[in-house]
């Protein structure tokens, strides 16, 4: 998960309060992407297998909230990198696109499973929060070194993903969140390549790759998930509504189980690639950054 970013305070007012397309018309529009909400069948869901899951309530909520918030911060990154034609279209033909259908696929899941949850209602606190906290400012300046934050940013996703899917044996969710995961992948390996593209034109140091890596991988702990977190607990309703239960306490398991199961070798193995070091140094290095990467991608 990530901070997420937009243009201005009064453009996220107007995405924010701005009718958003059909489940149907996001699904068929969403032409890009390698499967579609259609695939998933929501009505066969096992909820035996997940309606009493506190940790997959709260995760999935919160993971939901995100998701939906996407076209803000796609549109940052756009302008961000307007001078590359190339790499702007994809951000919002492509991966706009296929980040908005996951928050759509979430939603679909969690109000299937839990449906007295105002869902809505919910996300609208939210938003009204989140959108402060979203400042063009928060983009690299550099934009090689803001490819190497988005890989981190891709990297946490990916394993955030996985980490879930492990979580859970209900077979619509671990398709929802395979396909998640996958897509999270994808998306990393594009902007792997477009550092790669810039590096060329530009280079840049690894002494900065590897600060750039650091600095983005402190910020995930600290990242958007406090907020949705915070929001979902708010608005739980009937759900897990034990009134010995702070927040603090919620949140301070949902990390520990997150930290807990984390694909700490797949993701490392990630991290290491926008240094672009040799097979021998790349192993040497991969068991500190692993000790390291389990600590703070924690969400």
Request: glycine share 4%; with cysteine; charged share 25%.
């Given at each position: ?10 453009r996220?007012?107007?995405r ?30 096992d ?13 999935l909520?919160?993971a939901?909230f995100?998701?939906?918030g ?5 549109a940052?990154?756009a302008?961000?990198?307007r001078?590359y ?15 908005l ?5 979430l939603?679909?899941?969690?109000e ?12 609208d ?28 940013v891709?990297t ?13 044996n ?6 929802l ?5 996958n ?35 402190k ?29 603090e306490?919620?949140?301070k398991?949902?990390y520990t ?12 193995r990630?991290?290491?690639k926008?240094?672009l070091?040799p097979?021998?140094?790349e ?11 389990t600590?703070v991608?924690a969400f």
């Amino acid at each position: 998960m990530q901070h997420f970013s937009t243009t201005s305070d009064s453009r996220h007012a107007l995405r924010a309060h701005a009718p958003r397309p059909t489940r149907e018309a996001d699904d068929s529009s969403s032409t890009s992407a390698h499967w579609h909400i259609g695939d998933l069948d929501f009505q066969a869901i096992d909820h035996a297998e997940v309606v009493d899951n506190e940790e997959l309530f709260y995760l999935l909520m919160s993971a939901s909230f995100i998701e939906t918030g996407s076209d803000t911060y796609a549109a940052n990154l756009a302008e961000h990198y307007r001078d590359y034609p190339d790499i702007a279209e994809w951000l919002q033909e492509r991966w706009e696109n296929e980040e908005l259908q996951h928050g759509n696929a979430l939603r679909c899941y969690v109000e299937a499973v839990w449906p007295a949850f105002e869902w809505q209602k919910a996300y609208d606190s939210f938003f009204a929060e989140y959108s402060t906290l979203c400042t063009m400012e928060e983009l690299h300046p550099d934009r090689q070194l803001e490819m190497v934050a988005r890989c981190v940013v891709e990297t946490g996703t990916t394993a955030y993903y996985h980490t879930l899917r492990e979580l859970s044996n209900e077979p619509v969710l671990r398709q929802l969140l395979g396909n998640i995961r996958n897509d999270e992948v994808g998306h990393f390996k594009h902007f792997l390549k477009y550092f790669k593209q810039l590096q060329e034109r530009n280079p840049v140091g690894r002494a900065r790759i590897a600060g750039a890596l650091y600095a983005r991988l402190k910020e995930l702990r600290e990242s958007d998930s406090d907020v949705a977190l915070r929001h979902v607990f708010a608005h739980r309703g009937p759900y897990f509504a034990d009134s010995r239960t702070t927040f603090e306490s919620m949140a301070k398991r949902m990390y520990t189980i997150i930290s807990t199961q984390l694909p700490a070798d797949l993701a490392v193995r990630m991290l290491l690639k926008p240094l672009l070091l040799p097979p021998r140094i790349e192993s040497y290095l991969h068991s500190p950054i692993a000790k390291f990467a389990t600590r703070v991608m924690a969400f």
